[in-house]
């Protein structure tokens, strides 16, 4: 059974119940909703699913009124997903991402709801999960990304995990990253499409010497200064 509410509608834990609770032949069960700030009791969660049939169950929530701050209180957020119930039974991971542009909470579980379109750095950074640290690993630096996001102005010391499969790769702030800490973040040898409009002083040269280590490149967007006069190959557009 999948559930996705409409954007208007608030649920609860115990409406999502209600709606449930009889159906005794539900095997999997998977949320997309808006709600309220019970949504994130692992408690409530489980003793549910101990009264259904349910073996299989993701959901992602975008909880309401609720503004993550950094590092403070995520630990006990996650808490109630820590149990053997979830992590050895259930092998169900759970995962918060805070959207820094829309300032939207999030509780997702990994791998069905991980988030494929990654800015870097950010507030994600590392990863707030109830996953091991090799799973972690797997599923958000060794599984594909859609896109990465590097803002080159806010990037400070090198990344602890490399980016294996990403296949657009967009870059912005005042001037071009080093290739040398491009290589370090990222394998340059997935990228399929690059971004650097965004880029506020862009140097041909150093643009010419990235692409040379972008051999599956199909797709480059820039912008044409009037300071800035080069000739791009048909191969890029």
């Known amino acids: 059974m999948n559930f996705n509410s409409l954007n208007e509608l608030v649920v609860s834990f115990e409406s999502i119940k209600q709606c449930v609770i009889n159906l005794y032949q539900l095997k999997r069960l998977t949320l997309q909703a808006s709600g309220k700030y019970d949504l994130i009791d692992g408690n409530q969660w489980k003793d549910l ?15 309401l009124n609720y503004n993550l701050k950094v ?43 991980r988030f494929k379109d990654i800015t870097y750095p950010s507030v994600n950074f590392s990863y707030k999960t ?10 958000f630096y060794q599984h594909k990304i859609d896109s990465l996001i590097i803002d080159i102005d ?3 010391t090198p990344s602890i995990h490399r980016f294996t499969q990403v296949k657009s790769l967009i870059l912005s702030g005042s001037i071009l990253m080093s290739l040398d800490i491009l290589k ?18 862009l140097s041909i040269n150093e643009l ?4 040379k280590y972008l051999p599956r490149l199909n797709e480059l967007t820039m912008e044409f200064s009037s300071i800035i006069c080069c000739t791009i190959t048909n191969s890029y557009s």
């Open 154 to 156: 806010k990037y400070i």
């Open 49 to 63: 699913i101990l009264k259904t049939n349910i073996i299989k169950f993701n959901f992602k929530f975008q909880i």
């Open 184 to 201: 370090i973040i990222i394998d340059l040898n997935q990228i399929e499409k690059l971004d650097v409009y965004s880029i506020e002083s």
């Open 130 to 139: 109830t996953a091991p640290s090799n799973i972690e690993q797997y599923f």
């Open 208 to 211: 010419y010497k990235l692409i």
């Open 71 to 113: 590092n403070e209180g995520i630990s006990i957020l996650l808490e109630s997903f820590r149990s053997s119930f979830w992590i050895e039974q259930k092998h169900c991971y759970v995962g918060i991402h805070y959207d820094e542009d829309n300032q939207q909470t999030f509780l997702y579980t990994i791998p069905r709801f």
